[in-house]
């Protein structure tokens, strides 16, 4: 074993740090002993000493020469020999395949020599120069940077002046006349002729291989998937076998099991005398693998045994390369093959029922992100679309509609049976109904924690934010796309709450079986995605036996909570309480902030405290034996307040025509003394709660009354009181007393006993960082990680989305916004201080997390470790919650 250089005998699958993933499946399937042309690997540790020295290690050269007699030992060939060449193919391969990167160069040891000798050998002078034809062009492009589309423009005027339309179809002479014309243009293009010398030709190949790694694509490519920087790539060298030597030769790629769906059967795609490049590129049309059968029936049966020994040895769906030359069978490749989310949940409940792998095994091959794309409605993938934009894609889905620009038109619309699309610049409040009736929500501002994407998560409805691109124009009723095109109010858009597209015109939909499943549907027969449910389902029990972590829902109505149970959640975590105070109640709310003196003030909360009762009440009985946490009021009052200048102006026209209205003045009068220029960071929260007590005192009441009435109903109601925004021990402890002291005065009006435990929000930086003292006056904590992302970075979570993220995200400052995904080292790390102070003043303290980031999968393994006790996410979520809360589990017991 040389110290650079592994042979394909040497290595094994385990090595993809030392041989790449190429490089140690190639030597796994030369130890099974299957047909693997002979080769070896150049390590990443010298490609890693090359990176840092500048220059190959020393003994590199050495090793090279002696591995290529080797090669050319067993073959009985030289590398480029006269009479018989040996000929190689360079390959790059790192551990993670990676874009960006130089990949292939084939025909290595042909010169203008050895090509007669090929030519003799293969009794065919044109095969020999394709060959060299093909070295030229891809030495060109990939070693010496060379434009490959010049190579191409000499192709298609050679075949033009040929008049054919295939490559094979070129004639020797045509083929020669091509060869001089490369040469020329490698002279024009790089002021270098081709080398002559095949060991040249190879030590240059796998230096620009070993260079590739730093391409600024790559480096991008790095950054945004988090790949080392230091990892280095290997090299394959391996020994060319032909599938373009005439009709009893070709190239293939097949897989062990259909990518698409996950099913058995025979599934890939062979192209008749053609190199491998061909197959993908597209130049001729492949057949059907079966088709094989008839052609070359052993060849065909041979490489069905040897992807069930693949299958078998590797456990799982695997990629297969391979290329007949003259009728006998080679392997190029094979990995652990690409598959589509619904074909992951398959093959991992298929493999478990067969005994192949264990259940373990089924649940951490499958991910919350692929669950997440099965339990939404999909565009048809292989339907036409025209895009008009991209913005944020904020809640996943597919959705097709008739744009709406405000509120009351998306439900007079849907209320005809019409398919509705709410498109605004951004969402307030008062676009709930809008919001509930539409099949969609896009808007031009806002990121994916704005109102509109927490809502329509929320719903399960999808979303689309921040389209900057948009511009709606309300008198006109019209949106303005930059770069000219106008959509008229009424007109059908498509949107895709994955990845942000905004398509024109009507795409063709997919519904999910798996929602139809979990909402209770019992009709799903196997060719509709029964067997999808199945596997499905599998895969979610086993996470539920194994998961520590519990799975609670963000839900603020009745109907959210029963969905929100259907999808398994263990209670609520979140139930928001601001938007039961809109529509008819805003009045109420108005009241109570225009009332002048505590008898006024009182008034309105008594006609609000009924209400509040009712909707806690329902929440509770749709819950009934499971916890509730209640969090008290959190946004500023001048939110349920009417908007500043469109007041002003109603109030400056009702002067003029001389009908003034004294109410609008004094609301007009309240709406100038709420306002403020960071509301944000201004009255909300627990400072509301200090400053207006009432309106705490009445949410208690409402909770607990609820409670009572559904003891007294024979239920089992669980409600927890929260206090948002909390910076200090002294608010928490000033209004804990106030709650505690009206639990006590409703429980004793209605005779009853109940442990409402009272526990508060950590979503400042300061409640983080003296958790410990915040603790002796909490119950439990839930962490508020948007406020808490929001106030750690300073970013404004409704504004730097849309703003600048894009410019962020293209620059690498980040892999994926802080607000999706948390970011560990800064707030988890304050979540982390959170933990400790904590548990060190309380160690029983319970504790969870309720921003967006608890349905987000990663942020979900960053909880586990740090020993919180539940996630909490919108109902739609929870599913997603479920099983990568038991994929946590299992991570945290290997990394032990
Ligand atoms: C949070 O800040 O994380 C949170 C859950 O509260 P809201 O999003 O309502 O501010
Ligand atoms: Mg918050």
């Not at 290690?57 to 090793?63: A, H």
């Not at 434009?147 to 002479?173: M, N, P, R, T, Y």
């Not at 070993?210 to 988090?226: D, G, I, K, P």
């Not at 220029?677 to 409402?702: D, E, S, Y």
Request: charged share 25%; net charge negative.
């Amino acid at each position: 074993m040389g110290e650079w250089i592994r042979d394909f005998t040497e290595g094994n699958m385990l090595q993809k740090d030392l041989l790449g993933g190429k490089g140690a499946n190639l030597a796994e399937m030369t130890s099974l002993g299957l047909p693997v042309p002979p080769g070896f690997t150049i390590t990443t540790e010298a490609c890693r000493a090359f990176l840092t020295e500048g220059e190959l290690p020393d003994g590199l050269l050495e090793e090279l020469t002696e591995a290529i007699g080797r090669l050319e030992a067993a073959m009985g060939r030289g590398l480029g020999d006269r009479d018989d060449p040996l000929l190689v193919s360079v390959r790059s391969g790192a551990k993670f395949s990676m874009p960006g990167m130089m990949e292939t160069v084939l025909n290595i040891g042909l010169n203008d020599r050895s090509v007669e000798g090929l030519a003799r050998t293969s009794s065919s002078d044109r095969f020999a120069l394709d060959c060299y034809r093909r070295l030229m062009q891809m030495y060109g492009s990939t070693v010496l940077g060379m434009d490959s589309d010049a190579f191409a423009a000499e192709l298609d005027a050679a075949k033009s002046q040929a008049g054919v339309a295939a490559d094979v179809d070129l004639d020797s002479d045509s083929l020669r006349g091509l060869l001089s014309a490369y040469e020329r243009l490698t002279l024009e293009h790089s002021g270098t002729v081709f080398p002559q010398d095949p060991q040249a030709q190879l030590v240059a190949a796998v230096l620009a291989v070993f260079s590739s790694w730093n391409t600024e694509r790559a480096r991008l490519y790095r950054r945004r998937e988090r790949i080392p920087e230091d990892l280095g790539t290997a090299v394959n060298v391996q020994v060319m076998v032909y599938g373009n030597r005439g009709t009893s030769s070709g190239s293939g790629v097949c897989f062990t099991r259909d990518p698409a769906t996950g099913r058995r059967g025979v599934y890939g795609d062979y192209l008749e005398n053609a190199q491998g490049e061909d197959v993908v590129s597209g130049i001729r049309n492949t057949i059907p693998l079966t088709e094989l059968g008839a052609i070359d029936k052993p060849s065909y049966d041979e490489l069905i045994e040897v992807m069930a020994t693949l299958e078998n040895h590797y456990r799982d769906l695997c990629d297969i390369e391979f290329t007949v030359e003259e009728g006998r069978l080679w392997i190029l490749q094979t990995r652990v093959g690409k598959r589509t989310p619904e074909a992951a949940f398959r093959l991992a409940h298929a493999m478990a029922k067969e005994g192949m792998i264990d259940a373990d095994e089924a649940l951490r091959r499958v991910t919350g992100a692929q669950l997440a794309l099965v339990m939404f409605p999909r565009f048809d993938p292989d339907s036409q679309r025209s895009l008009l934009t991209t913005g944020i894609g904020a809640s996943p889905g597919a959705a097709v509609g008739r744009i709406a620009l405000d509120s009351a038109t998306a439900a007079a619309w849907a209320a005809e049976g019409e398919s509705v699309i709410l498109l605004r610049k951004e969402t307030t409040p008062d676009d709930l109904p809008g919001m509930v009736a539409a099949h969609g929500v896009l808007t031009s501002r806002g990121g994916k924690t704005s109102h509109a994407a927490v809502v329509a998560r929320g719903m399960g409805r999808t979303c689309v934010c921040g389209a900057e691109a948009l511009e709606v124009d309300l008198a006109e009723r019209h949106v303005l796309v930059r770069g000219g095109e106008v959509l008229a109010e009424g007109q059908v858009i498509s949107i895709d709450g994955s990845t942000g597209e905004v398509f024109a015109g009507s795409v063709p939909v997919t519904d999910s079986v798996v929602v139809r499943h979990l909402e209770g549907a019992d009709d799903i027969g196997a060719e509709s995605g029964g067997d999808l449910v199945e596997a499905v389902g599998f895969v979610l029990d086993h996470a539920d036996d194994v998961r520590r972590l519990g799975v609670r829902a963000n839900a603020d109505t009745a109907d959210d909570a029963a969905r929100a149970r259907r999808f398994g959640a263990a209670g609520i975590g979140l139930c928001r309480t601001e938007h039961m105070f809109l529509g008819e109640r805003r009045e109420l709310v108005e009241r109570l902030i225009l009332a002048e003196g505590a008898a006024e003030q009182e008034a309105a909360l008594a006609r609000l405290l009924p209400l509040q009762r009712a909707d806690f009440t329902e929440i509770l009985e749709a819950m009934d034996g499971l916890p509730v946490t209640i969090r008290l009021i959190d946004p500023p009052l001048h939110e349920f307040l009417p908007d500043q200048t469109d007041l002003a102006v109603q109030v400056a026209l009702e002067d003029d025509r001389g009908q003034e209205d004294l109410r609008n003045h004094q609301l007009l009068e309240a709406v100038r003394r709420l306002h403020e220029q960071n509301p944000m960071l201004g009255l909300r929260g627990v400072r509301l709660g200090i400053v207006v007590p009432g309106l705490f005192a009445m949410q208690t009441r409402a909770v607990v009354e609820a409670a009572a009435d559904r003891l007294a109903a024979g239920g089992d109601p669980r409600p927890e009181i929260m206090i948002p925004l909390v910076a200090t021990v002294n608010e928490l402890a000033l209004v804990r007393s106030g709650v505690e002291s009206v639990v006590a005065s409703v429980l004793e009006e209605r005779g009853v006993h109940l442990a409402v435990p009272v526990g508060t929000m950590i979503e400042v930086p300061r409640a983080a960082v003296t958790a410990g003292q915040i603790a002796e006056a909490a119950d439990f904590f839930s962490f508020g990680t948007n406020d808490l992302t929001q106030m750690t970075w300073g970013f404004s979570r409704d504004d730097v989305e849309a703003a600048f993220f894009s410019a962020y995200l293209e620059q690498g400052v980040f892999p994926v916004s802080p607000f999706e995904s948390l970011d560990v080292e800064g707030v988890g790390s304050l979540v982390e201080t959170a933990m400790r102070g904590g548990r060190e003043a309380k160690p029983d303290l319970h504790a969870g997390v309720c921003g967006e980031h608890g349905g987000d999968p990663d942020s979900i393994h960053f909880f586990d470790q740090v020993g919180l006790d539940y996630v909490s996410c919108s109902p739609f979520r929870v599913p997603v919650a479920r099983l990568e809360s038991g994929r946590a589990t299992l991570a945290h017991r290997s990394s032990q």
